[in-house]
Structures are given as structure tokens and as C-alpha cells.
């Protein structure tokens, strides 16, 4: 049973709210008050509400798809169907439900009509479904629904298929149906005058005839909506995210944001331009203090141009300088009487000396060499020979290896 199922429909030519198994008159959406309590049930989301599509406006057809049809099945089915439509299909709005592996039940439906549906609803909240109004009664396999409503008959003839028609044409209608589906086990009609009623069944009807007192709203009581029903709201009609209604309650919001977002961008471009010129006039300063000191050649990285100078000249934790180089040379030659300096030649990329001595003898030479090993230098004995009263000698001085 389905006590929570309410459903809006047309009853004449007036959209009317009806609740499942209510045997109250249906409510015109006409008056305010149902529409505006209507609107609120909508807002809280109490119970369930769909749109009854007329019958009589809704074609239920069924056929079979291949797996490469059903691959592009959207885009497919209006083709597949155009030569089963007598209007043209570019007037027909095409919805589908799948009923198997490869069985669907296409629902056709005119874009007038479901235009002018949208727009007769749209004072409401959003109706996520609208489904074919024979696919709202109850029906079990072998069995046919029929519900009277004033001048109008609906019947639903299987899962997927059944219509509606004025009571003057139902005869005909179920005599064309029998012929072309044969007859059900049961038929369960909702009325409301049993006699005058079943009076309009074909006589292979009314003896499985089953009446049931109610009408419509009666038979909705028996409506299964655990049941996801198939809807017409596809394609082109598919509900969307209510964006407008989005963008009217977030615009100023969002407007304070992204004005906060421009100054914030306007600053941060205004402290680089700042910055930049600073660091523009900072390295004009390096440069020109560095072209002081060293005037001629590439000027590439001053600081560290500048800095390997001065390691050069004064030492450093990596190499040995030319000055402290210099001072250990110094002493040690100077500690040994008669002898002299030649020659100096300091390479700098490589951070040793290469020295040209005389000396009074090989001895002395050797001392040397080896005062310098004991500072901490290492120095290689390149020649030697004699000249006149001594020794000229050249050594390789540089750092310990």
C-alpha cells in the first residue's frame, strides 16, 4: 500500500492534486490556498509527488534493441521509431525505460504538450518526475487495471504499456487491444457505478472482470513507488541544477569576493613593481662598486666573481691563498741562511706556486721542502742542478692533498 504517494493530474482541463486511496474531492490547483499548501508540501519534501502525464497524450511503445543500438540508445531511438509515429519525429519528444537486456518501452509524447505542462507547473517546486499516467496503476503479470475517472477510462495492459481513452471509445479500444494481445486472466476495474461500468467491457472481459468502488485515487492506494517509475523528464527535459536560483543568492557574496580577490591581486602587483625596481637598483649599485675594484673584464655574478677573488688573495676554507701561500713560503726560506727567491708563479685556478730558489746546496734545499711539508703544504721538488758556488732548485708549492 502507498498512503504517501500524491500525484498532480488533469481532470478536464484543470490540473487537480489527488492523494493515493483519498476519496475526498481532488484539489483545483486553481485556488491559492491548494496551490500554496502544495508548495509547501513540495518545499519539506513531505511524501512523494509526481505529474500524471495524460494518457491520451503519451504513447507507450515496446521493442527490441540490438547490443550496438542500445551502445547510442539516446541518440538512436527517435530513428528507430520515426516509421511507427504518423506526425514527424522531430515534433515527438522520445523517453525510454529499459526492460531487460534488450526490451524497452519507448514514451512518446509531443514537445507542445510537454511545453505546456512545464510551463503550468512552473509556479511550483521542481517535480523530478512525470510519469505516463496508465503507469501509475497497479499491476501484476496476466492482469489488466482499468480505472474509470468521470468521462474518461485509463488502463494499464502490462509493465510498460496501457492508455486512456474517453468512456465512449473504451469498447472499441479493449476489443482492438483483445485482438491484438489476447485476453488476461484478470481484469480489476475502480469505479464508481458497477452496472453501467462493466456494461462497456467485451463480453471475454467481463466474465474476469473484478470491480473495486473508487476510482483513480482508490487504485494509487495499491501503487508500488518503491519502484522507480519511468519518467518522461529526459533529454532535453532532464531537471538541472537550479543555477539561477543559485546565482541570485550567492551573487553578492561572491561579488564582495572577488572584489576582495582584485585588491589583494592590485597590492600583490604593487609590491612586485616595488621590489622589482629596488632589486634593479640594488644590482646597478653591486655592479658599479664591483667595477671600482675590478674594472676590466665579463661581468657575469659580481658577488661571487668578487668572492673568489678574495679567497684567492686571502685564503679560504677551500684553497690555500696567494697571500698566506706567500707568508709560509716566506718563512721558510728566510729560516735558511744564502738563500734567495728566483722566480714566483701562482696559479690561481689550481691554488699553488711554483718557486724558483738558489740555494747554497742541496741540503738546504731539502730543508726548505721539508719546512714547507710541516706547515702543512705540499711541496714537490721539481729539479735541481748546480750552478756556480750552489743550487738552483724549482718546488711546486700548494695546498696539502
Known amino acids: 500500500m502507498n498512503e504517501n504517494l500524491n500525484v498532480l493530474r488533469y481532470s478536464g482541463k484543470e490540473l487537480r492534486w489527488i492523494s493515493a486511496g483519498d476519496d475526498a474531492t481532488p484539489r483545483s490547483l486553481a485556488d491559492p490556498a491548494v496551490r500554496e499548501t ?58 525510454h525505460v529499459m526492460r531487460g537486456p534488450e526490451q524497452v518501452t519507448a514514451m512518446l509524447c509531443s514537445h507542445v504538450c510537454m511545453q505546456r505542462w512545464h510551463e503550468e507547473l512552473a509556479g511550483l517546486p521542481r517535480i523530478e518526475s512525470w510519469v505516463p499516467e496508465p503507469l501509475l496503476l497497479p499491476w501484476r503479470s496476466g492482469e489488466w487495471c482499468l480505472a474509470f475517472d468521470g468521462d474518461r477510462a485509463v488502463l494499464r495492459t502490462g509493465e510498460a504499456s496501457g492508455t486512456a481513452a474517453e468512456t465512449a471509445l473504451l469498447p472499441a479500444l479493449l476489443a482492438s487491444l483483445l485482438a491484438r494481445d489476447g485476453v488476461p486472466e484478470v481484469i480489476v476495474v475502480y469505479g464508481h457505478d458497477r452496472v453501467a461500468e462493466l456494461a ?58 572577488a572584489a576582495a580577490l582584485l585588491l589583494q591581486l592590485a597590492a600583490t602587483w604593487s609590491d612586485y613593481l616595488r621590489l622589482s625596481e629596488d632589486n634593479r637598483l640594488l644590482r646597478a649599485a653591486i655592479e658599479e662598486r664591483y667595477r671600482e675594484v675590478n674594472p676590466r673584464g665579463a661581468l657575469v655574478d659580481p658577488e661571487t666573481q668578487l668572492r673568489r677573488q678574495l679567497d684567492a688573495l686571502t685564503g679560504s676554507a677551500q684553497a690555500t691563498g696567494f697571500t698566506r701561500l706567500l707568508e709560509i713560503v716566506g718563512a721558510a726560506i728566510t729560516s735558511q741562511a744564502g738563500t734567495r727567491v728566483a722566480s714566483i708563479n701562482y696559479n690561481q685556478r689550481g691554488g699553488d706556486m711554483r718557486l724558483g730558489i738558489t740555494a747554497p746546496d742541496y741540503g738546504t734545499v731539502e730543508r726548505i721542502r721539508e719546512a714547507l711539508s710541516e706547515a702543512g703544504l705540499e711541496a714537490v721538488l721539481e729539479n735541481s742542478s748546480a750552478a756556480g758556488d750552489g743550487v738552483r732548485a724549482r718546488l711546486r708549492v700548494g695546498g696539502a692533498s
Request: proline share 8%.
Open 38 to 95: 502544495l508548495r509547501a508540501a513540495l518545499t519539506a519534501r513531505r511524501g512523494r509527488v509526481v505529474f500524471a502525464a495524460p494518457g491520451e497524450q503519451v504513447r507507450l511503445l515496446s521493442l527490441r534493441v540490438s547490443p550496438e543500438e542500445k551502445k547510442h540508445l539516446d541518440r538512436a531511438l527517435p530513428f528507430l521509431i520515426e516509421e511507427d509515429v504518423a506526425e514527424d519525429i522531430e515534433g515527438v519528444h522520445v523517453a
Open 200 to 257: 462497456l467491457l467485451p463480453t471475454d472481459l467481463a466474465g474476469s472482470a473484478q470491480w473495486r468502488s473508487g476510482g483513480f485515487a482508490a487504485a494509487l492506494w495499491l501503487y508500488d513507488s518503491s519502484r522507480l517509475p519511468p519518467s518522461l523528464l529526459q533529454g532535453a527535459y532532464a531537471p538541472r541544477l537550479p543555477l539561477e536560483r543559485w546565482a541570485r543568492q550567492w551573487r553578492w557574496p561572491a561579488a564582495a569576493v
